[in-house]
């Protein structure tokens, strides 16, 4: 800490002014982020897990139709804050972003309410089968889900790296504390989204969509209130330069396309690069050079060095921040797979379930959706035991303070992953001889096979994102360029939105390819007559590909290293990150 008390990382308040530590962020302004991640989820998942029952049986949509449109709209929601983000980057910053996007959610939440409640405005039915929708019945429903997609833009990597920002990564103490936020994080997360599974699906398929709709609309206002409670204690963090992170990263590769002619020098200290004074006076962190993307370097060649130059060189800091963002892609790209499998939750898991019986007792029935809940309380009770007991018995071992490495945290996701598909083929493939051997055709009839047959699966999935979900939003965040923090974090968004949509091109290029020359389509209108088990089958495989092409990708990553620099006095306090080394075929 300083002498005065104020944060070190420059972080300030709304009105541009320092602030002191001991007033301001910590868990203290946490709380408030944590509040309203529970209440956003909540309406979030309220919508979207059972989405694809609303648009079958409300709507009147097939199969194929319904999962195709379920996983276009959760890629344009994943897929929209790379724009909030880039807005948040280059203008408004985190806060302003959110609270404008946070308007345009809430607008999007009361039109889809209104959608499903008003009697003009959806699809009447008649002892429980609907009529097919109007256009503009349709049109409003879904121009809802949109806002809400546009609206998620630019409130889901801000709130998230907004919470991040107010531990001081300069002083050890909270440091430290930011090692558990992200767990805490998702775990408000899971919350909301358990109480959305468990108690909201069942009032939307039992006592009406409206009020099923409406209860979380109520909740996201009341969250947004809780949320400018905590204004006072939020620390804000400014930009270090007025140039667009998106300028330097073209400018970087525009130089070393321009010098593809030059040789590099062998020794990188004669790259170009700014006194460390510099960036001990504008408050940024000193990158390390790095081999990879060797041809890069040429971005960074001293002027003498390059003939007829008409621009400045870029600095080795502005070429290791490209390194960056292009080493994070590469990882993104073997997160697509695992991100396809996710989006089963919401989609064909939810319409396996519809087929089982589903009652408790002799008749409660609960909606095939709500098994949803289990991903979350796996989660929920996951995350707690992963916090306090695995990552210090793994800290002992390895010395890491996050206990394993962030790479090893994603690998370790992945394979679960494998496992819970694994499980999902051979479950169905149970349905299918249970379906042959009842002789069940009609897509109504009701298989006699429990539900709960599908749990092993959900729970699997949930404790796989302990690992994989969390790790990922850490990552992308933990190895963004300094000015690049939520743009970043949509690497994360953007992998899930890209997964949803290679799931909808799956489904439809599976239903296309198998349903030729008269036969029975994998994921057919009728589900009792389709192999869905095949098409687990074909996950289950390029899966375990995308683990291999993982491995690879993790032994080729670097992980950032960076000065963190201080002025004290007439002192610089250097703290170093490390390279970390490979055991067992993880970069570490």
């Not at 946070?102 to 429980?128: D, E, R, W």
Request: net charge positive.
């Amino acid at each position: 800490m300083d002498e005065k008390g104020y944060t070190q990382d420059g972080t300030v308040n709304l009105r541009r002014q320092p602030v002191l530590s001991s007033k301001t962020g910590k868990w203290r302004a946490c709380a408030f982020l944590v509040a309203y991640e529970a209440f956003e989820r909540m309406a979030f998942y309220a919508v979207a897990s059972n989405l694809v029952v609303y648009l079958t049986k409300e709507l009147r949509e097939d199969n194929v139709a319904s999962v195709r449109n379920v996983n276009n709209w959760s890629g344009a929601v994943w897929m929209t804050p790379i724009l909030g983000a880039y807005i948040a980057d280059s203008y408004l910053g985190r806060f302003w972003t959110f609270t404008l996007s946070s308007i345009i959610y809430v607008l999007g939440m009361v039109q889809l309410t209104l959608a499903v409640s008003v009697k003009f405005l959806k699809p009447t039915c008649i002892n429980g089968v609907c009529n097919k929708a109007t256009t503009s019945q349709i049109a409003f429903f879904y121009s809802s889900l949109y806002i809400i997609a546009i609206g998620a833009g630019g409130t889901k990597t801000n709130i998230s790296t907004f919470g991040a920002d107010q531990f001081d990564d300069f002083d050890p103490d909270e440091k430290r504390l930011k090692v558990s936020f992200f767990n805490w994080w998702m775990f408000s997360s899971f919350f909301g989204a358990l109480v959305a599974t468990l108690c909201l699906l069942y009032i939307q398929e039992n006592l009406g969509w409206g009020l099923g709709y409406g209860i979380p609309t109520g909740g996201l206002i009341l969250s947004l209130v809780i949320f400018y409670i905590g204004t006072p204690m939020y620390r804000h963090k400014m930009r270090k330069t007025n140039i667009s992170p998106a300028t330097d990263f073209f400018h970087v590769v525009r130089a070393a396309i321009a010098n593809r002619r030059c040789e590099l020098p062998r020794d990188s200290s004669e790259l170009h690069e700014l006194d460390l004074q510099h960036y001990v006076e504008n408050g940024k962190r000193q990158v390390y050079h790095t081999p990879n993307f060797r041809f890069l370097d040429k971005g960074a060649l001293k002027e003498d060095k390059v003939s007829n130059s008409k621009r400045p060189p870029c600095t080795i800091t502005q070429v290791e921040e490209v390194k960056l963002v292009l080493g994070m892609g590469m990882i993104w790209v073997v997160t697509l797979i695992p991100s396809t499998i996710w989006a089963q939750i919401n989609t064909l898991f939810v319409k396996q379930g519809t087929t089982l019986d589903r009652r408790i007792g002799s008749s409660f029935q609960i909606p095939a959706a709500s098994l949803g809940g289990f991903v979350t309380l796996s989660m929920l009770i996951s995350v707690p035991m992963y916090d306090r007991y695995f990552v210090p018995l793994m800290r002992k071992r390895t010395k890491n303070p996050r206990g394993i490495t962030l790479l090893q945290r994603l690998g370790t996701g992945f394979a679960i992953q494998i496992v819970a598909i694994t499980i999902a083929c051979l479950v169905e493939v149970r349905r299918m001889k249970c379906i042959k051997s009842h002789d069940v055709l009609d897509p109504d009839d009701v298989i006699p096979m429990t539900i709960f047959w599908l749990l092993p699966q959900y729970i699997l999935l949930g404790v796989a994102d302990v690992f994989n979900a969390i790790g990922l939003l850490e990552f992308f965040y933990d190895q963004s360029p300094e000015d690049m923090q939520s743009l970043g974090t949509t690497f994360f968004t953007s992998g899930i939105g890209v997964g949803n949509f290679l799931n909808s091109l799956l489904v439809t290029t599976v239903d296309k390819v198998t349903s030729r020359g008269g036969n029975k389509s994998w994921i057919g209108k009728n589900l009792n007559e389709s192999h869905l088990d095949y098409y687990y089958g074909f996950l289950m495989l390029i899966s375990i590909l995308n683990f291999g092409a993982f491995l690879w990708a993790s032994n080729k990553y670097v992980y950032k290293r960076e000065l963190n620099v201080e002025a004290n006095h007439q002192s610089l306090e250097i703290e170093c990150k490390p390279l970390e080394v490979v055991p067992l075929g993880l970069q570490v």
